[in-house]
């Protein structure tokens, strides 16, 4: 892939640019703002009984939260230290002593009384806990008796009958890649990733558009490029130490542009609390602003192409690179003919953005030498988050954005873990090193030395779904193995995950905490296994950045959990009571021996062998994925993709309505009120005019509805793109149809038509609403 390697941080200029100041009243008083201090003031008292081991894992270990990739206090785009309040956030799950004896085991319906949250604090799980149906409360267990008595019951069922899922908060390589292969040791392709929530469609897109499933470039390329997009991402909030790249950016002259239906306050004015100029005077972040409508992406980048089409009609080459076109590019013909077929009109219903607006984006990147285009959930979870992506690649390839410095497509990822999980092989799809196909199982048998079942694995979605199949249907889904996961609080349609987790015969959930699903009955057993935690495990584990770096986080000295264990030797200790005769086969000494595997079973992960101390890190594919414009495609070239606009028919009285996030990190909640707009969990954020017209005055109880679910909350008023609503993820997900998957890369859809009624009239008129489904009618869609 490519030659060129990355260069490491570079320095921040220290002398202040007052054109980039927010305002001149220091500390940003006065304004609505994250209080950076104060936080990390509540996360030192939160850690004080631990305060020598928390500083250690930040000062030694890779970050758990987000996948910027921090090793230490350092990254490799600036020179830190570096340091977010999310790390911070996530930083007590860590140092946490075991949960008090009398609270893990109170009655169930103590338990369940508690939010995530409030479960969440508790503390780490100590030991193996098992409940039976009519018990009350969880009970002790061995480690023998647990995976005895998981093992007996998957040796009696067909490997189609159960299913593994993995998280991605502080789950390393080696897991992923230990859990893929026992999976297939033990016959069964189910096996999933908390990425089919988030970022499938990027690696499905990318793959299919330029050959390969990764960000093609690097955070340093932000910082100079002449135009950075955020497309569908909140960076800022999400990524919280993107925002010095940002601010490093703007130093160099780079246009910052966002796109989202909500013009999100953090990407406006960001107060980046290690530097001191934006610390006092804050730092104006976006350019620019895009209040696209929910799903109307791909009718907005057409208008962006059809007026470089309109462009290259007066001149010849103003706006496409015909040299890059020419030479690297596929379906060129195809792609402009879809495009120029739409009218003006089309595109302004449903990117929600005058021609003017459109063409304003199609000249700003007209004229710029280079581009690099961020996306994330905005744009993956729709179900047609594939053509998302690859419409952004289409933008890319036609500019010649691609392949070199200061360009490209990076699909910026929320957990640290996540990028790995899919190249491990901990996916339905993919092997280390590449796909399902006929000639990668072959050679990633040769290295496991077992045959690979050869039969599609579901998606986590439709595993779980396979929980309320006939009993004796082929995959029918008997046991559920999660390592980490809340699918009650991510998956759409809480009630219906609910009655899924509840028809599994046995559910293991191998964790480091309760949560609201670990509480749900099954049908046998419900068995609650303690891991050990990135910096607990011996010999250290490894993490793979949005940017393609792989980390090594070293083992920390500190307390341990009584009798928490790493995760990837609990999948070897199953694995061999499962399938005792060929236990050599499946048989790790230590995560050592283990990285020495991964380097020859996913080529691109040569050199992962090596690391083993402290700051150890390596990119793969060198700074640029298709450099040059040479894509790892069998012909070498990128592909356009000519694509539909979706059909987006919002019946009369309707709103679209998508999930945001707020002070959080994934599905984890850290306050009720997100510090950058004071929304509250349950508002609802929606356009002033569009309320009006509603008679809904600001802050009044309303009630938003629809076939699936109803949410009540209070309305806010926001700077959201008319016909547009947006509600907390995952309170909102009660909204979120179930068993709708975008056809390419299996994301649940988050986007639905709902109606929006004031709480007293909807309350009085309850009874008419069609909010209530009758049971026949769930058993009809689910059979
Ligand atoms: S931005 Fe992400 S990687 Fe960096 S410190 Fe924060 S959570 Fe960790």
Redo the contacts with the bound molecule.
């Keep these: 892939m490519g030659k060129t390697k990355h260069t490491g941080p570079v320095k921040l200029s220290k002398k202040p640019d007052p054109s980039l100041w927010v305002s001149k009243v220091p500390f940003g008083l006065g304004k609505v703002k994250p209080h950076h201090i104060r936080d990390t003031m509540k996360v030192v008292w939160e850690n004080k009984d631990n305060l020598p081991y928390a500083t250690r894992i930040l000062t030694q270990g890779v970050?758990?939260?987000?996948?910027?990739?921090?090793s230490g206090l350092q990254?490799q785009t600036l020179k830190g230290p570096?340091?977010?309040?999310?790390?911070l956030n996530?930083l007590r799950l860590n140092t946490m002593s075991a949960i008090k004896e009398d609270v893990l085991h109170a009655e169930i319906d103590e338990l369940r009384k508690m939010s995530s949250t409030e479960l969440r604090k508790l503390g780490r799980i100590p030991y193996p806990i098992m409940r039976e149906p009519g018990e009350k409360s969880f009970r002790r267990i061995s480690w023998d008796e647990a995976l005895h008595k998981i093992s007996e019951k998957m040796k009696a069922l067909d490997p189609k009958q159960y299913a593994f899922y993995t998280t991605s908060r502080g789950i390393t390589n080696e897991v992923y890649y230990t859990l893929g292969k026992v999976a297939r040791y033990l016959g069964t392709n189910n096996i999933d990733n908390a990425s089919r929530i988030c970022h499938s469609p990027s690696k499905t897109a990318l793959s299919r558009s330029v050959g390969v499933g990764a960000s093609t470039c690097n955070y340093k390329d932000w910082i100079g490029t002449d135009v950075l997009v955020f497309w569908g991402s909140v960076a800022a909030n999400n990524?919280?130490?993107?925002t010095k790249y940002m601010y490093a950016a703007k130093r160099k002259g780079t246009k910052i542009i966002v796109i989202n239906p909500y013009h999100e306050p953090s990407m406006d004015n960001y107060w980046v609390p290690s530097i001191p100029e934006s610390a006092l005077f804050g730092t104006k972040i976006a350019d620019d602003v895009y209040q696209v409508n929910i799903g109307g992406d791909i009718a907005f980048m057409h208008g962006v192409m059809k007026h470089w089409f309109e462009m290259e009609a007066e001149e010849s080459g103003s706006a496409i690179n015909h040299d890059f076109v020419k030479e690297h590019v596929n379906g060129f013909h195809e792609l402009k003919e879809k495009v120029t077929a739409y009218s003006w009109e089309q595109l302004e219903k449903s990117s929600g953005l005058s021609k003017a607006r459109m063409q304003e984006l199609a000249k700003l990147l007209a004229k710029s030498n280079s581009a690099v285009f961020v996306w994330s959930m905005g744009l993956t979870q729709h179900r047609f988050g594939t053509d998302n992506v690859s419409q952004i690649a289409n933008l890319a390839l036609l500019r010649g954005f691609i392949g070199r410095e200061h360009c490209g497509l990076m699909p910026i990822r929320g957990h640290?873990g996540v990028q790995g999980s899919g190249e491990m092989g901990a996916d339905p799809f993919v092997l280390p090193g590449g796909g399902m196909d006929e000639k990668n199982r072959k050679r990633v048998e040769k290295i496991w030395g077992f045959d690979i079942p050869k039969w599609q694995g579901d998606i986590v979605g439709v595993s779980l779904e396979n929980a309320v199949l006939p009993e004796d249907h082929e995959r029918k889904l008997k046991l559920y193995y999660m390592s980490g996961g809340n699918f009650l609080e991510t998956m759409p349609n809480p009630d219906f995950v609910k009655e899924c987790l509840e028809n599994v015969n046995i559910r293991v959930h191998q964790d480091i905490i309760l949560n609201t699903s670990t509480l749900v009955d099954a049908k046998e057993a419900v068995i609650v296994l303690p891991a050990m935690t990135r910096y607990e495990q011996p010999g250290g584990g490894t993490s793979t950045?949005t940017e393609r770096m792989v980390y090594f986080s070293p083992e920390i000295k500190g307390p341990r959990i009584e009798e928490a264990r790493p995760e990837w030797e609990i999948y070897v200790d199953l694995a061999k009571r499962i399938k005792p005769e060929e236990k050599h086969l499946i048989d790790f000494k230590d995560p050592f021996e283990i990285r020495e595997e991964i380097a020859k079973a996913a080529p691109n992960y040569d050199g992962i062998q090596h690391l083993k101390d402290r700051g150890d890190v390596f990119q793969w594919g060198g700074a640029w994925l298709c450099e040059d414009g040479i894509c790892p495609t069998p012909d070498g070239k990128g592909n356009l993709i000519a694509m539909d606009i979706p059909e987006l028919r919002k019946p009369e009285g309707h709103f679209y309505v998508t999930t945001r996030r707020g002070k959080q990190?994934n599905s984890m909640i850290y306050d009720e009120k997100d510090p950058f707009n004071d929304a509250d969990r349950y508002d609802v954020l929606m356009n002033e005019s569009d309320a009006k017209e509603l008679g809904i005055k600001e802050g009044q109880p309303v009630v938003v509805y629809n076939q699936h679910g109803s949410f009540n909350g209070n309305a806010k008023f926001v700077s959201l793109k008319s016909g547009n609503v947006e509600v907390h993820w995952p309170e909102g997900n009660v909204l979120i149809p179930k068993g709708v998957y975008e056809h390419l890369a299996g994301i649940p859809e988050y986007n639905t038509a709902v109606i929006i009624e004031k709480a007293e009239t909807y309350f009085a008129h309850k009874d008419t609403k069609y909010v209530e489904k009758r049971i026949e009618e769930l058993e009809m869609e689910t059979s």
């Design positions: 970050c758990d939260g987000c996948a910027l990739g921090v990254d570096h340091v977010c309040t999310t790390r996530v990524q919280p130490v993107s640290s950045s990190f």
